[in-house]
C-alpha cells in the first residue's frame, strides 16, 4: 500500500486544516488506519485512529475535543479534521495503516505516508 498524504499548510492559532490520505495497492477496507504526528525535536506520537469498518475511533488523550478522524473506503481516504489548531499542534502528520491491529501502536503499523507538515503560528 502506497499513502499519499496530503492538506498540510500554515495556519494561525485557532484555525483548523483537514489532512487526507489516499491509499493506492491494496484492498484500503482490510487497513485500519492512523495518524500519527512528529513535531520539531520529539518523538512521533500517536494521534488518532480509526477501525476498518470505520465503527471504532481512537485519540491520544492530548487532541480529544479538538480532532476527528474518518475514513471513506469507497474512495480509499482516510482524513483528519484539525479544528481549534495551537502552536503545540505543530508537526509533521504521518498516515500510517496497520493490516492487523488498531493503528494505534507504531510497531503495529504496516505502512506510513511520507508526511505532511503543519504549522500553527502564535
Known amino acids: 500500500v502506497q499513502l499519499q498524504a496530503c492538506g498540510g499548510g500554515l495556519v494561525p492559532a485557532g484555525g483548523s486544516l483537514r489532512l487526507s490520505c489516499v491509499a493506492v495497492?491494496?484492498?484500503?477496507?482490510?487497513?485500519?488506519m492512523g495518524w500519527f504526528r512528529q513535531a520539531p525535536g520529539k518523538e512521533r506520537d500517536f494521534v488518532a485512529a480509526?477501525?476498518?469498518?470505520?465503527?471504532?475511533?481512537y485519540y491520544a488523550d492530548s487532541v480529544k475535543g479538538h480532532i476527528t478522524i474518518s475514513r471513506d473506503n469507497a474512495r480509499d481516504t482516510v482524513y483528519l479534521q484539525m479544528n481549534n489548531l495551537q502552536p503545540e499542534d505543530t508537526a509533521v502528520y504521518y498516515c500510517?495503516?496497520?493490516?492487523?491491529?488498531?493503528?494505534?501502536?507504531?510497531?503495529?503499523?504496516?505502512?506510513w505516508g511520507k508526511g505532511t507538515l503543519v504549522t500553527v503560528s502564535s
Open positions: 480509526i477501525s476498518r469498518n470505520v465503527g471504532t475511533t
Open positions: 495497492g491494496r484492498k484500503f477496507s482490510s487497513y485500519s
Open positions: 500510517a495503516a496497520d493490516r492487523y491491529g488498531s493503528c494505534q501502536y507504531q510497531d503495529g503499523v504496516n505502512y
